[in-house]
C-alpha cells in the first residue's frame, strides 16, 4: 500500500524501514539485499536513512547493494537527513552542534548520494532544529538542489510549529512531512498540537520510534505496564498477539495518515508491521490504548 506523501506526488509506502542500527545487524551484502527484496515484496519499499547513522557507515552499507543490483534502485525510494554534527575525534569537533548551513547541506547530500549510490535522494529532512540556522542559506540549498535534480521533496524532524513555520516561510518548496517521536508510550506531538497543525496543513506526519525502543513491550513501571495490557486487550479484539502490530494499528488508524517507522532488522518485526496495515483501530479501540498512555481517562 502507497501513500502521496501529503499530496505531493511522491508516493511512499505506508510503512517505512528504518536503517538507523544497520550497521549493527551483522548482515553480509547478499543477506541485506534479501532483506531488502523481503521488504518489497511485503509492499515496504521506503527506507529511512540519515548522514550520521552508524557513524556515517550506513548510507554507505546499503548503497553497496545499490551498487551490485542497480536494478533495486527503481523499486525503492530513499530518504535521508542532514545537519547533525557529532561529536567525536573522527570529526576533531570540540562539541555537538547543528549546520544547516548552505554549503553544509549541499556536502551532506552529495556525501549521501555517492555512499547510496544513486543520483538523486527522494526526501530530504533537516535533522534536527537548528537555533542558529539561517533559513535563506536552507532556501538557497534546497533551491538548488532541487533544481539540479539530486532530491525531489524536502521535509523536517523533530521541529514543533513554530520552527516549521519559520523555515517554510522561507523555502521555495513546499515541507512535505515532520518525522516525529509517536507511539502509544510518546504522545508529546498530540500535547503539543504539532499533530494538529500537520492536520491543518494536510501534511503526512512520519512516527520514529513507533514502538517507544521496546518500552511498550516491558512491565517495568506503571506507565508501561497500563499501555501493555491496553494494547494486549485490543489484540484479543482482533485474535492477535503480536502487540506490535496493534502499535502500528493504532497509529495507522489515525486520521493524520501517520507514516510509522519500523526500525527492527528482523524481517518477521517488519511483517508484524505490515500486518497492521489489515486493521482499523474503532474510536473507542484507540481511546483504551490512548487512555493508558495518559494515564488517566479523558475530560
Known amino acids: 500500500m502507497k501513500i502521496n506523501m501529503s499530496k505531493s506526488g511522491l508516493e511512499l509506502s505506508r510503512i517505512v524501514q528504518g536503517m538507523m542500527r544497520l550497521n549493527e545487524w551483522g548482515f553480509s551484502k547478499k543477506e541485506l539485499e534479501n532483506f531488502i527484496l523481503k521488504a518489497i515484496d511485503f509492499g515496504v519499499t521506503t527506507f529511512d536513512h540519515a548522514d550520521i547513522y552508524g557513524n556515517h557507515t550506513c548510507e554507505k552499507i546499503f548503497g553497496e547493494v545499490l551498487k551490485s543490483n542497480s536494478s533495486l534502485r527503481n523499486k525503492i525510494q530513499l530518504i535521508t537527513k542532514c545537519g547533525i554534527m557529532v561529536k ?48 535563506e542559506e536552507i532556501s538557497e540549498a534546497f533551491d538548488e538542489l532541487y533544481n539540479s535534480g539530486k532530491v525531489l521533496y524536502f521535509g523536517v524532524s523533530n521541529f514543533t510549529i513554530q520552527q516549521f513555520k519559520t523555515l517554510q516561510s522561507w523555502v521555495n518548496v513546499p515541507l512535505i512531512t515532520n518525522q516525529i517521536e509517536i507511539s502509544p508510550y510518546n504522545i508529546e506531538h498530540f500535547e503539543n498540537d504539532n499533530i494538529y497543525f500537520l492536520m491543518e496543513k494536510r501534511i503526512n506526519p512520519m512516527a520514529w520510534s513507533p514502538l517507544a525502543g521496546g518500552n511498550l513491550f516491558k512491565i517495568n513501571s506503571e506507565k508501561a505496564s497500563k499501555i501493555f495490557y491496553a494494547l494486549k486487550e485490543i489484540g484479543k479484539d482482533f485474535s492477535i498477539d503480536s502487540l506490535d502490530t496493534i502499535a502500528y494499528a493504532w497509529l495507522l488508524s489515525h486520521p493524520a495518515g501517520i507514516i510509522p517507522i519500523s526500525g527492527s532488522g528482523k524481517i518477521e518485526r517488519l511483517e508484524n508491521a505490515v500486518k497492521s496495515l489489515e486493521l482499523k483501530l474503532s474510536p473507542e479501540q484507540w481511546y483504551i490504548i490512548y487512555e493508558a498512555a495518559l494515564g488517566h481517562r479523558v475530560p
Open 88 to 135: 567525536n575525534e573522527k570529526y576533531q569537533r570540540r562539541v555537538k552542534h547543528y549546520n544547516t548551513s548552505k554549503i553544509h547541506i549541499i556536502e551532506s547530500v552529495e556525501n549521501s548520494l555517492k555512499n547510496l549510490n544513486t543520483d538523486h535522494i527522494d526526501l530530504l529532512l533537516i535533522h534536527r532544529p537548528d537555533p542558529f540556522m539561517n533559513p
